[in-house]
């Protein structure tokens, strides 16, 4: 089986710092997914990429941006951290082409703290 | 636009009742619906996924009918377990669409 690994766990910024999110899968899998997950909201999409180089926006994708600089990698910015945000982004892979009809394969997530 | 609606933000149950977690959707083609499931400080994982040929998926003792008519695919499961207090997300994906698209989650609470 393969795994799933974010970095770092946990990550605490200050108000408009750039801050980078990774993600390293080992599945071989083609599409990767940064998701944010917010209690009573489930997860909402920010940026997907169906390939290396490849980037897709998703539902979310203002103030950040996604790098796909190899298949197994992943990485998210957050472009100018929000002053008391509080998130957990979770990055998830899919081995079907689109995710259409395969599951998805999440890492355990980040989460990110704004002062 | 594609959508997942979980009605219940929080679900209290005392271990032993039977178990359901509703969710209906809408959708513009013949999506694949999935529940995962996630436990706490752990990833979200797949706990079922529905069928083309209209089996009903289970895992775990739970189970999930999908039903066209009604657009729903509500999780059940006859009684409930301590261990199996976590939060469900149901979700679905469809044709031409790379993109899931999740419900708001139901937090399922089991007490002894």
């Known amino acids: 089986g393969g795994i799933i690994t974010q970095t770092p766990k946990f990550l605490i910024g200050q108000e408009g710092q750039k801050l980078t999110l990774k993600c390293q899968q080992n599945?071989?899998?083609?599409?990767m997914y940064w998701y944010r997950q917010d209690s009573g909201k489930g997860l909402r999409l920010i940026y997907y990429?169906?390939?290396?180089?490849?980037?897709q926006k998703g539902d979310l994708s203002e103030g950040y941006d996604a790098s796909r600089e190899k298949k197994s990698s992943f990485s998210l910015t957050v472009t100018s951290a929000q002053k008391n945000e509080m998130a957990v982004f979770l990055c998830?892979?899919?081995?079907?082409?689109?995710?259409?009809?395969?599951?998805?394969?999440f890492g355990e997530g980040s989460k990110l703290t704004v002062l | 636009g594609d959508s997942v609606t979980q009605t219940e933000g929080l679900v209290t149950l005392t271990e032993g009742l039977p178990v359901m977690l509703n969710c209906t959707y809408q959708?513009?083609?013949?999506?694949?619906l999935f529940w995962y499931v996630q436990h706490l400080n752990e990833a979200p994982k797949l706990l079922l996924k529905?069928?083309?040929?209209?089996k009903r998926p289970e895992h775990q003792g739970f189970h999930a009918t999908l039903h066209k008519s009604s657009s729903s695919f509500h999780l059940q499961k006859s009684s409930a377990q301590l261990s199996d207090s976590a939060l469900y997300y149901c979700?679905?994906?469809?044709?031409?669409?790379?993109?899931?698209?999740f419900g708001a989650g139901t937090r399922l609470k089991v007490i002894a």
């Open positions: 998830a892979s899919s081995p079907d082409w689109g995710g259409y009809t395969g599951q998805l394969y």
């Open positions: 979700a679905l994906s469809d044709r031409g669409n790379y993109k899931y698209v």
């Open positions: 959708s513009t083609y013949s999506p694949f």
């Open positions: 990429s169906i390939t290396e180089n490849d980037l």
């Open positions: 599945f071989n899998h083609d599409t």
């Open positions: 529905s069928f083309t040929d209209n």
